[in-house]
């Protein structure tokens, strides 16, 4: 009866309060909601009242191009990550701890190194006369350089290196958590590799890769300084043009606007991604 | 026998040659840069076509580097302090509060983390025009504390859901006040969560790029908007230099957390 001492006094078991979260909750209505909230009616209160900024984000081919571009490149980033992910995510589920922890230190720090540090490597690399075209000429594998950087390729290869680990270390725990056993059963019953990879390996994966993508297309939607940095001004993403509204053109408008609508895909996105795996399985991924 | 390590076959062999390509390719820019930074080539020719410590020299002459560097860890441990502590009330609210719209709390508290961080960063900026508080240090601290919080959050929560309360309760039991219970007996326990939080809050901080620009005055920089300032004049070895000891930061950051949490988890 070792429980007894505390079910007979419920004073104990009184839960702590809402008091806590005050001080969070004042920190982020104040200075999150609040001045999110006033740039999202800047929207519709500039210049004049009304919807005119989204008539004309929505009526120009500029933004057109900006939003297909940005589209574009977040969904063969999430592709890309995925596909070269899931291989390593397998290996290192399985992997002696010994040979796995090196390629872990490795995962964490590329992703822990400053994120511009990492992009101005890439921004090196992949110039005209980088190392990287130097090498497939010199191998006889190019005549001259590749447009490596300044276009939306440049953009790609970054930003799968700045994903890949977002997608790997999730899809580990996912990996991990499949029973070896229903594996062994299929090739018992005489599945080949590749049956039980199709028909069992893979599906049982499918929740980890449909979060872990959902993240990385989410992420690549708004992100900011890698696409600046290696996409050159003729390709801007979303993140960028909002960000050249406000600070060069001072348009708060269509800027807000703008701003407005990569909130609202990136929230509906977040909510599909809760739905598919609950906010505590996602969260507690850190 | 997929998930067989030993029982893999040819296919072991693919895959780890594959795992080996990837993780060449997640450490060739780390340490291309550290390389690139002893090169003497001005146009970043490579390899070098000798080696020289002069872009140290370089970075070390100017005042602004150093600067930066001091105004980034100054902003960053204040974000670190105020994080935690305001992430871990919340926290016990969040684990062991019983009130209506909990969960809603939760999902409002780790919103920073999933916005663009260019809605917020235009967001604050035109705030703190408003209030005064553009370019100020209070103004990074207070943007950055937000953004840092659900970094904070996460892994105590995590911790504190971990903990048996029954062990603090035997401790009111024994005597002690509520509040020395949770001082003494609590905190211990959930301290690798404690100092996880901080060092993710931390870096949070310290890595922040975009609110960090807006907010940026000539007098107050920190590194990061230093770093991006010099990048988009031209790609001089000098942030190669830069680059490397950040590089190193890491590496030794790396290495202190896997020593502390060892040592905590005794």
């Keep these: ?286 | 026998m997929l998930l067989d390590y030993d029982r893999l076959g040819w296919l072991r062999a693919a895959l780890l040659g594959f795992t080996g390509l990837v993780a060449a390719f997640l450490l060739l820019p780390v340490v291309f840069i550290v390389l690139l930074s002893f090169g003497s080539s001005r146009w970043l020719a490579f390899p070098p076509p000798g080696w020289t410590l002069k872009w140290y020299a370089e970075l070390f002459a100017d005042p602004a580097w150093l600067e930066a560097a001091l105004t980034s860890a100054r902003i960053a441990t204040m974000v670190a302090i105020l994080a935690v502590v305001i992430g871990l009330l919340a926290s016990f609210a969040l684990v062991r509060g019983q009130f209506r719209g909990r969960n809603t709390l939760r999902g409002l508290l780790l919103t920073p983390m999933v916005l663009p961080v260019v809605v917020f960063a235009i967001a604050i900026y035109a705030f703190f025009l408003r209030i005064g508080l553009g370019g100020t240090t209070a103004g990074f601290v207070i943007a950055h504390t937000v953004l840092a919080l659900p970094f904070a959050i996460i892994p105590i929560t995590a911790a504190l859901e971990g903990f048996d309360k029954s062990i603090e309760d035997a401790a009111i039991v024994c005597g002690a006040s509520p509040f020395e219970a949770k001082l003494r007996v609590t905190l211990p326990a959930i301290k690798i969560g404690i100092f996880s939080a901080a060092i993710f809050a931390f870096l949070a901080s310290w890595d922040e790029v975009v609110v960090a620009i807006f907010m940026a005055s000539p007098t107050l920089q920190t590194l990061p908007v230093k770093i991006w300032g010099s990048l988009r004049q031209d790609l001089s070895p000098v942030i190669a230099a830069a680059s490397s000891l950040l590089v190193l930061l890491t590496l030794s950051l790396m290495i202190v957390t896997a020593l502390i949490r060892r040592k905590l988890s005794k």
């Design chain 1, 1 to 286: 009866m070792s429980g007894n001492l505390l079910h007979r006094q419920p004073i104990l078991r009184r839960p702590d309060g809402v008091g806590g979260a005050l001080p969070a909750l004042t920190l982020i209505t104040l200075f999150f909601v609040v001045p999110v909230v006033a740039l999202l009616l800047r929207s519709v209160t500039e210049p004049v009242p009304g919807l005119q900024n989204y008539a004309i984000l929505f009526g120009d081919g500029t933004y057109a191009r900006v939003f297909f571009n940005t589209f574009l490149v977040a969904t063969v980033v999430t592709a890309v990550t995925v596909i070269v992910a899931f291989p390593v995510a397998w290996m290192l589920a399985i992997m002696p701890p010994a040979l796995g922890s090196i390629v872990f230190g490795i995962i964490i720090l590329s992703m822990w190194t400053n994120l511009l540090t990492r992009t101005y490597a890439w921004m090196v690399l992949l110039q005209r006369t980088g190392v990287i075209n130097r090498t497939l000429m010199d191998i006889g594998l190019i005549s001259e350089p590749l447009p490596l950087i300044n276009n939306l390729t440049g953009v790609t290869i970054g930003m799968v290196y700045i994903m890949l680990p977002f997608m790997i270390l999730p899809l580990v725990g996912t990996l991990r958590a499949i029973d070896p056993m229903t594996l062994r059963a299929a090739a018992l019953c005489g599945a080949s590799p590749f049956n039980a990879f199709r028909r069992i390996l893979l599906p049982l994966s499918l929740p980890g890769i449909a979060a872990g993508g959902l993240m990385v297309f989410v992420m690549s939607l708004g992100y900011f300084v890698t696409p600046t940095l290696l996409g050159g001004t003729s390709n801007m993403m979303l993140a960028a043009m909002i960000a050249q509204m406000i600070q060069s053109l001072l348009n708060w408008g269509l800027g807000s606007a703008a701003a407005f609508i990569l909130l609202l895909v990136t929230m509906a996105l977040y909510a599909l991604q809760l739905r598919l795996v609950g906010a505590k399985r996602m969260t507690g991924g850190i």
